[in-house]
């Protein structure tokens, strides 16, 4: 069972679109993580967001915690080819020595 | 430059074998990670340090051992490889502290492992 449940897997638009991603859970966490990784190399962080309703930009993507620290969304505006890659959602669970990862959603922007 | 380098790109190994994957980091970081990635699972943790010859471990470690006799230096032993353990490995290092899981976790390139 997955703790992190990230959707959808898959997702391929065109360029110039606007797009969300979506990590959910049934547990509560104490702060969220987005990664972005392209082929051949390691995720690299984007953002973490700490508190419950906590909003951060990040130039055309804007990220979201949700008010019970359960869930969280990526929000892309206008899409580029260069958003093209995996996208994981992390979260360190209250209470827990751990950092657990959601599948990814492998985004493909086509020009 | 930040850096967390893996000894290998890519490794063909067979069955039985024993294998070392070596993660080297140069930013002084206390926690360092080894995670393996397979399509539609995500990363699972499979063992952890947060100090040298500390270790602890991760959802899956079951078939694989660590090593930690630097700071720096962080190796993943799989004892009797099987087919089973072919993936992408990735190595992570991360400031410490009691809340080190929330800190940014800096990624190698990723060991691919392909045991025959």
């Known amino acids: 069972t997955q703790l992190l449940e990230q959707s959808p897997q898959f997702l391929s638009i065109q360029e110039g679109e606007n797009l969300t991603v979506y990590c959910n859970s049934s547990s509560v966490f104490s702060s969220l993580q987005w990664y972005r990784q392209e082929p051949g190399e390691g995720p690299v962080l984007l953002v973490t967001v700490v508190t419950g309703g906590e909003v951060k930009k990040l130039k055309r993507l804007t990220f979201q915690f949700g008010d019970a620290r359960k869930d969280s969304s990526l929000h892309i505006t206008a899409a580029q080819p260069g958003d093209t890659g995996l996208y994981l959602c992390?979260?360190?669970?209250?209470?827990?020595?751990?950092?657990?990862f959601g599948q990814g959603t492998r985004l493909t922007i086509n020009p | 430059d930040v850096k967390v380098t893996q000894s290998s790109r890519y490794l063909v190994k067979r069955t039985g074998e024993k294998v070392f994957l070596e993660c080297v980091q140069d930013m002084d970081h206390e926690n360092m990670f080894w995670y393996r990635q397979d399509p539609g699972l995500g990363l699972r943790l499979i063992y952890f340090s947060y100090d040298v010859k500390m270790k602890e471990k991760g959802d899956i470690p079951e078939g694989y051992s660590v090593s930690r006799e630097k700071k720096e230096r962080f190796s993943l032993i799989l004892e009797s490889a099987s087919t089973n353990q072919t993936s992408m490995y990735l190595c992570?290092?991360?400031?410490?502290?009691?809340?080190?899981?929330?800190?940014?976790?800096?990624f190698g390139p990723g060991t691919r492992l392909t045991v025959t």
């Open positions: 992570a290092s991360s400031l410490g502290g009691s809340d080190g899981f929330s800190y940014e976790q800096y």
């Open positions: 992390a979260g360190t669970i209250q209470g827990a020595q751990k950092l657990v």
